[in-house]
Each structure stands twice: as C-alpha cells, then as structure tokens.
C-alpha cells in the first residue's frame, strides 16, 4: 500500500511538471482528477492527451510570437495593431474555434501581447469552459487594474505636489477617464475616480481657458457625476463663450434631458432652425434624432 502511494505521488509530481513547462496540452481541470482519482485518473489524461494531439496531425506549426498564423484557414485574423475596432476581431475568432488547443494558443497569445484592448472580451473569457484561459482572463484583468490603481496612486500623490504642472495634469486626466471607462469599476467607485477628474479638468481649464475640449469633458463628468449645479454653470459660461459651438449645445441638451426638461430642449432645437446654425454631418445627425425628422 505504501509502495502504491509512493508511485501516485510521483506520477502526481511528474504530471504537475509536464503541464507546467508545456508537455502535456489537456486541460487544467485534469491534473486535480488525476490527484484525486489514482490509476483511473492517469488513464483519462493520456485518453485525452491522446486526442488534443490527434487533433493536430496534418497541421502546420503556429508561429504564435510573431501572431502570423500560416495555415490559410486563420490567415484573416491578421491585422493591424493600430486600429482599435480590428484588433478585437482575432480574440472573436479564437473563441469561436472549435479545436480547444488551437483556441486556447491563439487566445493566450493575443491576450498576452496587448490584454488592456480586450478588456470586454476578457469579461466574456472568463466564463470560458476551458479552465486554464478562464484563470488567465481572471487573473489578466486583476492585474489590469492593480496596475490601474497603483499608476492613478503615483499621479494623485504628483498632483497633490504640483497642481500646476501641465504634464501631470494630462497624464493623470487620461488615465483616470482611460480606467472610468475600462469597465472594470463599479458605479460607485467610479463616482469616487470622477470627483478626482473633476479637480484634474479644474486645473486644466484654468491654465487653458480657450481650450474647448476641457471644458466639455468637465461639463459631461458633472452630468455624469449628478452635479447639475456645476454642470449649468459651465454650460452658461460655454454659451456667454461660444453660443453656436455644436458639442455644447448637445451637452445642453444632454443636461436638459437629464433633467426632464423636454420643453427647453424644443426651444432649442426651434432656434437652431430659426438661426440655421451651422452642423456638422455628425450634429445634423444629432439635430434629426432630438427633432423627429426623417432622414
């Protein structure tokens, strides 16, 4: 009996090894079964080892470091990494692949090169029936964000010391919508992030005053943040500035929805007619939405 747990206990060792550097390709969910399951257990990890390999007979290598799949039946998951809506498309794919190994290379791969573009599809992989790329998931997105908080901890710490300094302020103004936007914080945390945004765009917009951009962003992190107060004094100094700029009267009229007023909304649709103020095709767009027309 001794001498039988002996050999367990080595053959247990050796298949821990054997997937941990790679020699073994079944899944993860099968080392504890062979734990826990002596003989019966070993005889089920080489049926299935037997079959992942199987599977692979008569394929060509993939050349995974370079993300140039050979095979002509994965050659359309090839793109380019700068735009932002096809990098998302070859972790679609992977998912979709019926050969487990296949997938789970291809999806491994792709997450480890850029994670923080697959941030949505990383949520949807970690209801993955393949254990090991749903642990991956889970644990690529902890990480994401450990490192989300320990960056936005650094820049507060930076701010705090210089307010004014015009490198911080930008870098600490994008990090902060980049992670408000990640989808990996609740509401409220969120809330708390957006109060820190709030101060950032303060700063900004007193060093730029001319700069546009701020201040849209800070009227819309007040609406987001329920500061209606703050949010209708902004929007009346945007129109004091700049009465016929396009992104302030949509934030207006944001601002006005929110507040159920559909009455003043009218009004301004009426005088952006009346006054044939000047839309851009993305603003005509808007214009027929709140107004009714047809296209």
């Known amino acids: 009996m001794i001498y039988f747990l002996i050999v367990h206990l080595v053959i247990c060792i050796a298949v821990i090894m054997a997937k941990k550097i790679g020699w073994i390709h079944t899944r993860a969910l099968m080392v504890p079964i062979v734990i826990l399951l002596p003989v019966w257990g070993v005889l089920l ?49 992977a998912l979709l692949l019926n050969d487990t190994g296949t ?55 930076d701010f705090q010391e210089n307010s004014k300094d015009v490198d911080i302020l930008r870098e600490y103004e994008n990090t902060l919508k980049e992670y408000i936007q990640s989808g990996l914080i609740s509401k409220t945390v969120q809330m708390l992030y957006r109060k820190n945004l709030d101060s950032v765009l303060d ?15 800070q009227v819309d992190n007040c609406m ?20 016929d700029d396009e992104a302030f009267i949509m934030l207006r009229v944001k601002y006005l929805y929110m507040n159920h007023k559909g009455e003043q909304i009218r009004k301004i649709l009426d005088d952006i007619k009346e006054r044939n103020v000047y839309l851009s095709n993305k603003g005509r ?5 709140w107004s009714g027309e047809q296209e």
């Open 45 to 93: 990890l080489l049926e299935e080892e037997m079959q992942e390999r199987l599977s692979y007979m008569g394929k060509r290598e993939l050349e995974m470091d370079t993300m140039k799949v050979q095979d002509t039946r994965y050659r359309h998951i090839e793109v380019e990494a700068t735009d932002e809506q096809n990098r998302t498309i070859p972790l679609e794919d």
């Open 103 to 157: 997938r789970r290379r291809l999806m491994l791969d792709i997450l480890h090169k850029n994670p923080n573009s697959y941030i949505d599809l990383l949520k949807r992989t970690r209801n993955e029936s393949d254990v090991e790329i749903a642990h991956y998931a889970t644990s690529t997105m902890m990480k994401i964000q450990t490192d989300f908080e320990k960056k936005l901890q650094l820049l507060s710490t």
């Open 203 to 217: 700063e900004l917009v007193a060093l730029f005053p001319d700069h546009k951009r701020y201040q849209q962003e």
């Open 224 to 243: 987001e943040l329920g500061n209606y107060e703050k949010t209708e004094l902004l929007l009346d100094r945007a129109d004091h500035r700049w009465p």
């Open 285 to 289: 767009k808007w214009y027929r939405f």
